[in-house]
C-alpha cells in the first residue's frame, strides 16, 4: 500500500522552530487530513494531533497541525531536547479502505 | 487508569501460526475501535488491522490480509490477531491503539515483540 511521504530527517537549532511534512494525494491527507505522531526511541508512540488539527488533552501549544490541500505540517515551535524524537504522519486512505503512515522525520535538535 | 497491554508476543516458525492479545483498563473498551499497528526494527509504523467497535466491520493491510484476523471480544475487554502463515517480514513489534469518535490512536499500548525466524 502507498505510504505518505515524510522527509527522512530534521535538524533545528535549540529554541527555533521546525516544521515537518506529510504528503498524500486526494484520497487520503487532501480528503481526510491527517494524524501526527511522536516517537522516543524505545517507546511507543503519543498522539499530537487529531485529524482536524486539534491537540489532544495534556499536548503543548507549541505543537500546532495544518494542512494545504495534499499536504499536512506539524509545527513545532521553541525547540526543546525532548523534541527529539520521531514523527510520523498517518491517514485513512479511502480508495484502500486502509490506513497508511508515511515514513516517519527523525528529528534533531541542535 | 486508562490502559492497554498487549501480550502473546515470541519466536516462532515461519508458516506457523501466533495470537496477539490485547487487554483494556480503565475505559469502555466497547466503545472503541482498535487498531493493530506494528513496529519492525529500526523501521517505521506500519498498520495492519482495524475493528470497530461492533466487532464486525473489519479492514486489514493488503500485506497481512488473509493471513491475519482481527477479532474482539467486549464482554472480556480483550482485542485478539491471529497471524497465520508467518513469514520473515511480519517480524515486528505489535502495537494496539483505539479509536473513538473520528479520532484514532489516543491510546497505546507497551507493544509486544513476535520474531519470525527458523
Same mark, same amino acid.
Given at each position: 500500500?502507498?505510504?505518505?511521504?515524510?522527509?527522512?530527517?530534521?535538524?533545528?537549532?535549540?529554541?527555533? $522552530? +521546525?516544521? /515537518? =511534512?506529510? &504528503? *498524500?494525494?486526494?484520497?487520503?491527507?487532501?480528503?481526510?487530513?491527517?494524524?501526527?505522531?511522536?516517537?522516543?526511541?524505545?517507546?511507543?508512540?503519543?498522539?499530537?494531533?487529531?485529524?482536524?488539527?486539534?491537540?489532544?488533552?495534556?499536548?503543548?501549544?507549541?505543537?500546532?497541525?495544518?494542512?494545504?490541500?495534499? $499536504? +499536512?505540517? /506539524? =509545527?513545532? &515551535? *521553541?525547540?526543546?531536547?525532548?523534541?527529539?524524537?520521531?514523527?510520523?504522519?498517518?491517514?485513512?486512505?479511502?480508495?484502500?479502505?486502509?490506513?497508511?503512515?508515511?515514513?516517519?522525520?527523525?528529528?534533531?535538535?541542535? | 487508569?486508562?490502559?492497554?497491554?498487549?501480550?502473546?508476543?515470541?519466536?516462532?516458525?515461519?508458516?506457523?501460526?501466533?495470537?496477539?492479545?490485547?487487554?483494556?483498563?480503565?475505559?469502555?473498551?466497547?466503545?472503541?475501535?482498535?487498531?493493530?499497528?506494528?513496529?519492525?526494527?529500526?523501521?517505521?509504523?506500519?498498520?495492519?488491522?482495524?475493528?470497530?467497535?461492533?466487532?464486525?466491520?473489519?479492514?486489514?493491510?493488503?500485506?497481512?490480509?488473509?493471513?491475519?484476523?482481527?477479532?474482539?471480544?467486549?464482554?472480556?475487554?480483550?482485542?485478539?490477531?491471529?497471524?497465520?502463515?508467518?513469514?520473515?517480514?511480519?517480524?515486528?513489534?505489535?502495537?494496539?491503539?483505539?479509536?473513538?469518535?473520528?479520532?484514532?490512536?489516543?491510546?497505546?499500548?507497551?507493544?509486544?515483540?513476535?520474531?519470525?525466524?527458523?
Amino acid at each position: 500500500q502507498a505510504g505518505l511521504t515524510q522527509p527522512p530527517s530534521v535538524s533545528k537549532d535549540l529554541r527555533q $522552530t +521546525a516544521t /515537518l =511534512t506529510c &504528503t *498524500g494525494n486526494s484520497n487520503n491527507v487532501g480528503h481526510q487530513g491527517a494524524v501526527w505522531l511522536q516517537q522516543h526511541q524505545g517507546h511507543p508512540p503519543k498522539l499530537l494531533s487529531h485529524k482536524n488539527n486539534n491537540r489532544p488533552s495534556g499536548i503543548s501549544e507549541r505543537f500546532s497541525a495544518s494542512r494545504s490541500g495534499n $499536504t +499536512a505540517s /506539524l =509545527t513545532i &515551535t *521553541g525547540l526543546q531536547p525532548e523534541d527529539e524524537a520521531d514523527y510520523y504522519c498517518s491517514s485513512w486512505d479511502t480508495s484502500l479502505s486502509a490506513w497508511v503512515f508515511g515514513g516517519g522525520t527523525k528529528l534533531t535538535v541542535l | 487508569q486508562v490502559q492497554l497491554v498487549e501480550s502473546g508476543g515470541g519466536v516462532v516458525q515461519p508458516g506457523r501460526s501466533l495470537t496477539l492479545s490485547c487487554t483494556a483498563s480503565g475505559f469502555t473498551f466497547s466503545s472503541y475501535d482498535i487498531h493493530w499497528v506494528r513496529q519492525a526494527p529500526g523501521k517505521g509504523l506500519e498498520w495492519v488491522a482495524l475493528v470497530w467497535s461492533d466487532g464486525i466491520t473489519k479492514f486489514y493491510a493488503d500485506s497481512v490480509k488473509g493471513r491475519f484476523t482481527i477479532s474482539r471480544d467486549n464482554s472480556g475487554n480483550t482485542l485478539h490477531l491471529q497471524l497465520n502463515s508467518l513469514r520473515a517480514e511480519d517480524t515486528a513489534v505489535y502495537y494496539c491503539a483505539t479509536e473513538r469518535g473520528g479520532n484514532p490512536f489516543e491510546i497505546w499500548g507497551q507493544g509486544t515483540m513476535v520474531t519470525v525466524s527458523s
